[in-house]
């Protein structure tokens, strides 16, 4: 879908393509008081790779291929790059699986060479009837702490494993956050991604004010919660499941490299995924409303 509207700006914002919906639109950017950003894929760039892998109880080439082979169907940026790390690392064709089914906001699930095996967050885990051993607990802690994503291979009653994948903050991420700040406004962050990994990439670009654990249908509620508190919430996010959120919010601001859904639930698109489109938008609402309001 080709999004239709108005370019905002003569200078930096049509430079950065900031695409609006209606000069309307920009009489609610002036109200802005808090900006939630979604972590994955709009403050970092969501290309993952795969960084680590922790064994127990298994042989690497096992964990490789048995997480890789169920991975290969997922659409998820985490799925793609356990798949594509799996068949490196393997040197090796990945076995074909079957029963593929994704469990949205906790991971995925297949069956490989006839044994069935759950790959996604430690939650799922426990729910599935794993256990983990205090080693490979203690070892997924450590690479959250660093701000990695830690997925969970486990099959026939244990976990089996921990894969970790890592993904790089957008070059002009933080100098945005500090921005927005000193525009006076409240900055958030938002992922279904666990507490800890949230935590160490929130204090890598400045912002303090994380929602993890956020399941893809409690996004929109999280920003209603925002709004009963008085916010006025603009929410910048690029993926499917922020639809609802980019509708919910005062403000929807889509990536223009996001998914189709997010760009057409939104009032606002950043055309070139540059979030410096964010400061443009909120700093020229404030201006223009003297002039074409
Ligand atoms: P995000 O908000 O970062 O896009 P999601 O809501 O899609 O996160 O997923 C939340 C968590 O669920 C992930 O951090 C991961 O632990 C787990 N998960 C989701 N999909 C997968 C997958 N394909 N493989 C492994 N884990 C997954
Ligand atoms: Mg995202």
């Keep these: 879908a080709t999004p239709m509207g108005i370019m905002v700006g003569t200078g930096r914002g049509a430079q950065l393509g900031v695409l609006i919906k209606s000069v309307e639109v920009l009489e609610r950017t002036r109200h802005i008081s808090t900006v939630v950003f979604d972590k994955t894929g709009t403050l970092t760039r969501g290309a993952m790779t795969l960084t680590d892998v922790v064994l127990d109880s298994t042989e690497e080439a096992t964990l490789l291929n048995f997480a890789g082979a169920v991975e290969a169907d997922s659409e998820h940026p985490i799925g793609q790059a356990v798949a594509v790390g799996a068949r490196e690392r393997l040197g090796a064709a990945l076995s074909a699986s079957t029963d593929f089914r994704a469990l949205a906001g906790h991971g995925v699930r297949a069956n490989v060479d006839g044994t069935d095996v759950t790959v996604g967050r430690r939650k799922l885990m426990g729910e599935a009837g794993m256990r983990m051993s205090p080693s ?41 956050v500090a921005q927005l ?20 990439i929130a204090s890598q670009v400045g912002i303090d004010r994380v929602l993890a654990e956020v399941l893809p249908e409690e996004k929109q509620s999280e920003v209603a919660r925002l709004q009963a508190d008085g916010q006025v919430v603009a929410f910048v996010g690029d993926g499917v499941n922020d639809a609802p959120a980019l509708v919910q919010a005062d403000l929807g601001m889509a990536i223009g490299s996001g998914t189709d859904v997010a760009i057409e639930s939104s009032d606002l698109t950043l055309m070139r995924g540059d979030l410096g489109g964010v400061v443009v938008a909120i700093a020229l609402s404030r201006r223009t409303h003297r002039t074409i309001m």
């Design 136 to 176: 490979l607990e203690i070892a997924a802690t450590e690479l959250e702490a660093q701000g990695r994503t830690a997925v969970f291979a486990g099959w026939d009653g244990q976990v089996r494993g921990v894969l970790a994948v890592a993904d790089t903050l957008k070059d002009e991420a933080a100098d945005v």
């Design 181 to 200: 700040h000193r525009m006076g406004l409240q900055v958030a962050m938002i992922t279904g991604d666990n507490a800890r990994t949230a935590g160490a």
